[in-house]
C-alpha cells in the first residue's frame, strides 16, 4: 500500500509541476495585463494547492515530530490555497506535542479531511472560523477540531468513512457533536 501511495504522490508532484509550467509560460506569452494577471493568479492558487499535497506526504524517515508545528503548517497551506478567499479563518493552537512521523501523517489526513468539510458555500459568511488542537496526555494523544458552519450531510458521510478508516489505522477513535452551527469532533489515539 505504501509504494501505491508513494506512486501516486509522485504523479501527482509532476502533474502540479507540469500544470504551474504550463500556466507560467502561458502568463508570459499573454498579450494584456489582465491576462497575466489573472493567469498568475491561477498559478499562485495552484503552488498553493501543491504546498498542501506536499505537506500530506509520506514521510520517508520515521522519526519524531512536534505535531504542532506540523500541523501549523499544514493548516497554513490550506488557509493560504482555500480558505482565505471564501473568509474562513484556521488556527492551530500553539503548543508542542511529540508525535511519531507516521502517526503525524495520518492526522494531518484527518484534519485535511475535516477541514474540507467545512468549506462548502453554506461555510462561508459572516464570522467563519476553525481552530485545531493537539495534545499528549500520558500515552495518548489527542486531537480537537472546532469550527462554526453547517455542512452538507453527503459530503460530511463520506468524509467521516475516510476519517474513520484512518483513525482505526490509529486505532484510535473519533466522536464528533454538532450542535446548531458549532460542529466538535475530537481524536484520540495511542501514542506510537
Avoid: K
Amino acid at each position: 500500500m505504501r509504494v501505491l501511495h508513494e506512486e501516486l504522490t509522485h504523479r501527482v508532484t509532476r502533474e502540479f509541476s507540469a500544470a504551474i509550467g504550463t500556466l507560467s509560460a502561458a502568463a508570459a506569452r499573454a498579450q494584456t495585463d489582465q491576462a497575466r494577471s489573472e493567469l498568475a493568479a491561477v498559478q499562485t492558487s495552484l503552488e498553493n494547492f501543491a504546498r498542501v499535497h506536499r505537506a500530506l506526504q509520506i514521510p520517508e524517515f520515521r522519526t519524531t515530530v512536534d505535531g504542532c508545528v506540523y500541523l501549523e503548517q499544514l493548516c497554513g497551506a490550506i488557509s493560504v490555497s482555500r480558505l482565505e478567499r471564501c473568509g474562513i479563518e484556521l488556527h492551530v493552537l500553539e503548543g508542542t506535542c511529540a508525535i511519531d512521523s507516521e502517526q503525524c501523517w495520518r492526522l494531518g489526513m484527518i484534519v485535511a479531511e475535516l477541514v474540507a468539510i467545512a468549506v462548502t458555500p453554506s461555510f462561508a459568511g459572516g464570522s467563519a472560523r476553525i481552530s485545531v488542537a493537539i495534545s499528549r496526555r500520558g500515552a495518548f494523544i489527542g486531537c480537537r477540531i472546532e469550527g462554526n458552519g453547517i455542512t452538507r450531510d453527503g459530503e460530511a458521510n463520506r468524509s467521516t468513512r475516510i476519517v474513520d478508516a484512518l483513525v482505526r489505522e490509529l486505532h484510535g477513535a473519533f466522536e464528533q457533536h454538532r450542535s446548531g452551527e458549532r460542529c466538535l469532533t475530537t481524536v484520540v489515539f495511542p501514542a506510537a
